[in-house]
């Protein structure tokens, strides 16, 4: 058996925050803003895969009202969502992400999210696929005040 889960996350740019993205700590001079690190691209692939499973989605496990989850590393997020996963009997597939920035330029660091999600979640590289685009200065990505990701997954059965 298949299933297919779908997941979105946005956060706004501020000054004095890293900007993390797939556990990569990009150089900018804007980061999220967020309770834990505010990784978009983890949290909205944390979605996709507790959606896929049927078991809710990120606020029901890492709510920000819970100082447990304050400024931790989105990874942990996504580890503990793959381990869900997987006690509910699925695998993963592949996945399928887009990450919205009008700056500053992701695909220099594509590689290395790809690297970070693939040993967090123990999945091969080659089932993770990372893209990266720009608005064209259309809304709010594109006047610099956010970033979004989506990412699907899709999870068979073991």
């Known amino acids: 058996m298949y299933r297919?889960?779908?997941?979105?996350d946005v956060h706004r740019l501020i000054k004095g925050r890293k900007l993390i993205l797939g556990g990569v700590?990009?150089?900018?001079?804007?980061?999220?803003?967020?309770?834990?690190?505010?990784?978009?691209?983890?949290?909205?692939?944390c979605d996709s895969l507790l959606g896929?499973?049927?078991a809710g989605d990120l606020g029901k496990y890492f709510p920000d009202t819970d100082n447990k989850w304050k400024g931790?590393?989105?990874l942990v997020l996504l580890e503990k969502s793959g381990e869900l996963v997987?006690?509910?009997?699925?695998?993963?597939s592949n996945i399928d992400t887009t990450i919205v920035a009008q700056q500053p330029k992701i695909g220099p660091h594509i590689e290395s999210m790809t690297i970070n999600i693939s040993e967090t979640l123990n999945i091969d590289p080659n089932q993770?696929?990372?893209k990266a685009t720009t608005?064209?200065?259309?809304?709010?990505?594109?006047r610099e005040e956010g970033i979004?990701?989506?990412a699907v997954a899709l999870l068979q059965t073991k």
């Open 72 to 74: 931790v590393s989105s």
């Open 86 to 92: 997987a006690e509910r009997g699925f695998q993963i």
């Open 52 to 54: 896929a499973s049927g």
């Open 148 to 150: 979004a990701a989506y």
């Open 4 to 8: 297919i889960g779908n997941g979105y």
């Open 128 to 130: 993770i696929n990372i």
């Open 25 to 45: 700590d990009i150089p900018h001079n804007l980061g999220l803003d967020g309770h834990s690190d505010a990784d978009v691209l983890c949290h909205a692939l």
């Open 135 to 142: 608005t064209e200065r259309l809304g709010f990505a594109g």
